[in-house]
Nanobody, 116 residues
């Protein structure tokens, strides 16, 4: 049983928008940080954005002003609204979370492709 289920990836034209969602299993409790990483072939996975339990957010410089992360604690879900997408945003996006016991969970990844 997958513990993090992602959705919302796909193909979009440059300048377009996508919204990623990631729902954590109800078996995961005391969620602290939720966020998104992305990875392109041959490169390391890099942070896109994360949001703390109390709502404090952090973004990679490359996405500031274009992406917005949010969460619904009641639904154990984190969202990533991506606007003004460009070809450099093409990657596999991975949801992750850490709990108050510092356990870390990862989603299976969802492909985002931006065509120019």
């Amino acid at each position: 049983q997958e513990q993090l289920v992602e959705s919302g990836g796909g193909l979009v034209q440059a300048g377009g928008s996508l919204r990623l969602s990631c729902e954590a299993s109800a078996s995961i409790s005391n969620i602290n940080v939720m966020g998104w990483y992305r990875q392109t072939p041959g490169n390391l996975r890099t942070l896109v954005a994360h949001i703390q339990r109390g709502g404090r957010t952090n973004y990679a410089d490359a996405v500031k002003g274009r992406f917005t992360i949010s969460r619904d604690n009641a639904k154990n879900t984190v969202y990533l609204q991506m606007n003004s997408l460009n070809s450099e945003d093409t990657a596999v996006y991975y949801c992750y979370l850490s709990d108050l016991q510092f356990n870390t969970y990862w989603g299976q990844g969802t492909q985002v492709t931006v065509s120019s």
